[in-house]
């Protein structure tokens, strides 16, 4: 029997008042530290260093027997009855410090919001996800706008314009979108002038339709936003402004009180890194910024350690404890336990195979190149492609048989049957990888590939076939992703490579790579609760004159960052406009760049 962690181990946690923020922060670093090891674990070096043998023995040799279901499951914090007590605490115990997550209505949050339907034209190049978040965000920045008396959006990395354009035409409000491509802004503007045609034409009485204005610029601290956001939002004038900064370029700042520049709402839709982070400073900076929607992303390219103004931490209390996480834990605040327990077992086995070719291949570089093994390589995306072709060929495949929901693992001989049952002389490789023979395993010959990446040549010995069909599938894949990743690494001629020695060292323990890294996927949503924390901490230090809060704005399964930091300044009553226009307030310049949009 399953037991999800609904009200977790000890009391509820809240972040109502710093105090209680920092208390639900410090349980979450202790939590964390007890971990160090298996945070900082790193699956390319499952093999290398073993490192199942860091996991306590009961809980693996539990975990290997469960069905891959169970193991979905465990980072939403589900149990199972007869695990070991210690491993049940360790999940519940990690699930009971996780934000939640659910999605809440914004009216709940607002209660005058009001969540506009997208239109065919508007939504227009969207998916059903960016549609979602859309009309969930544009929904709340208007509320939070007109709570605050604001008639000016900017939208930080606005990418193509899909929340910009919301705003304007969707609920009338003048919005100046930023980011740092000129191509994103071309497309902005050119689809922003196809929307307005459409909503001037359905207008029974003549209106004008302000098109959002767009900047392009590359920032490279939180000042240098505010500049460039207050010096926009000077021209009032409603038409395209194209303006292109660089670093190098002195940005005129604002030193005297501008009572010509509105009151501004800063919203950001994923933007990525420290872009998040230079918001807040720009809220808290800048007095014409009233409120803020922001919901980040990409914690791995947070900045983190630098002189100057890092991405994280920023609240005081967070730097005082100085928990240190890195990229590698910062990229596994990414992990989402809603997506895991949505995969299907097809594709979660897919993954954890994925995960040991890639942990079998650092394997082959540590024996063959030490030296390319010490750079700590980068090989890119190649596990994901590589999964998304073998689907393709899967659901092509069974398509063609009338199988169509049946997404399983064809067998070795079906992978490699030609259309006629025969077996293919000359095999085509995957997209990006290099061609190479695979059906002499299934035939127990014994056979070397020359493979040709670019003036690259690697000679490769796949060894004999004595293995049977289903460890035959997964050593071709394996071998499939080594000759890809090998290539990509512009590894030159090796004589002897010996690749089924290596696959059948490992193989044995590949069954830990599932446990292994459900268990890593479990303290995921705990990283990323202690980075959405500080943040939301950097704004409560500031005192009472802001309001600051953390609401699951979208549906998670959907929308993985789901939660949106909103924050206004209080100047009275808190739901009556501010008229205070004072002066732009210098802050210290951060190092990192105006990112694009994922």
Avoid at 15 to 21: K, L, Y
Avoid at 275 to 303: D, H, I, K, P, T
Avoid at 509 to 533: D, K, Q
Wanted: hydrophobic residues 40%.
């Amino acid at each position: 029997m399953a037991a999800p962690a609904s009200g977790g181990r000890g009391r509820a946690r809240s972040c109502e008042t710093a105090e209680q923020t920092r208390e639900w922060m410090e349980a979450i670093a202790s939590f964390l530290g007890r971990h160090r090891p298996l945070l900082e674990a790193h699956v390319v070096n499952f093999f290398k260093d073993r490192l199942w043998e860091m996991v306590d023995a009961d809980w693996m040799e539990c975990l290997r027997r469960e069905p891959v279901e169970s193991l979905l499951m465990l980072p939403s914090g589900c149990v199972q009855d007869h695990w070991p007590s210690s491993l049940q605490e360790f999940i519940l115990t990690a699930r009971s410090l996780v934000l939640p997550r659910e999605q809440k209505s914004p009216q709940s949050f607002l209660p005058n919001s009001r969540v506009a339907s997208i239109g065919t034209v508007l939504a227009q190049g969207m998916n059903s996800k960016k549609k979602h978040e859309i009309e969930a965000l544009s929904g709340i920045v208007d509320a939070i706008a007109r709570s605050r008396g604001a008639k000016t959006v900017v939208d930080v990395g606005s990418g193509q314009g899909y929340l910009a354009q919301a705003l304007s035409f969707e609920y009338q409000l003048a919005v100046i979108a930023i980011d740092a491509s000129s191509h994103h802004a071309s497309v902005t503007n050119t689809r922003a002038e196809r929307i307005k045609k459409h909503y001037a034409a359905k207008c029974v009485e003549k209106q004008q339709f302000k098109v959002p204005r767009t900047v392009t610029c590359h920032v490279l601290s939180s000042d240098t936003l505010a500049a460039v956001t207050l010096d926009a939002c000077q021209d009032d004038h409603g038409e395209h402004i194209t303006e292109t900064n660089n670093c190098n370029q002195s940005i005129p700042q604002i030193e005297q009180p501008n009572h010509s520049i509105p009151q501004l709402v800063l919203a950001g839709l994923h933007a990525c890194g420290d872009l998040s982070v230079n918001m807040l400073r720009v809220f808290v900076s800048c007095e014409q910024v009233q409120a803020l929607v922001s919901v980040g992303c990409c914690y791995n390219l947070l900045s983190e350690d630098t002189d100057t103004c890092p991405g994280f931490p920023i609240s005081k209390a967070a730097k005082s404890s100085k928990l240190v996480l890195g990229k590698s834990i910062r990229d596994l605040a990414c992990q989402s336990a809603e997506r895991w327990r949505n995969l299907t077992k097809e594709m979660a086995l897919q993954n954890f195979d994925i995960h040991a070719f890639r942990a079998a291949f650092q394997m082959v570089l540590e024996k063959y190149f030490p030296e390319v093994s010490r750079l700590s390589p980068s090989i890119g995306r190649q596990g994901k492609a590589l999964r998304r072709q073998r689907l393709r060929k899967v659901m092509e495949s069974h398509l063609a048989m009338g199988k169509a929901d049946d997404l399983s693992y064809p067998n070795c001989k079906e992978q490699h049957m030609n259309t006629d049952g025969s077996l293919p002389t000359e095999p085509t490789a995957p997209k990006g990888a290099v061609e190479c023979c695979s059906n002499e395993l299934c035939t127990g010959d014994t056979y070397s590939t020359s493979a040709v990446v670019g003036s690259s040549i690697s000679r490769v010995n796949v060894g004999p076939s004595d293995t049977n069909l289903d460890e035959c599938c997964k050593f071709t894949l394996f071998k499939d992703f080594t000759i890809s990743g090998l290539g990509r690494l512009g590894c030159g001629f090796v004589e002897d490579v010996n690749l089924l020695e290596i696959w059948k060292d490992v193989q044995h323990f590949t069954e830990f790579i599932g446990p292994f890294w459900c268990l890593r996927a479990a303290l995921g949503p705990l990283v990323e609760t202690y980075i959405l924390l500080d943040r939301l901490l950097f704004l409560q230090e500031q005192g009472s004159a802001v309001e600051a809060s953390l609401f699951p704005l979208f549906d998670p399964a959907m929308s993985p960052r789901n939660m949106a930091l909103v924050a206004w300044k209080l100047t009275g009553d808190p739901l009556e406009p501010s008229h205070d226009m004072g002066m732009y307030k210098r802050l210290p310049s951060s190092s990192v760049p105006l990112s694009n949009k994922c």
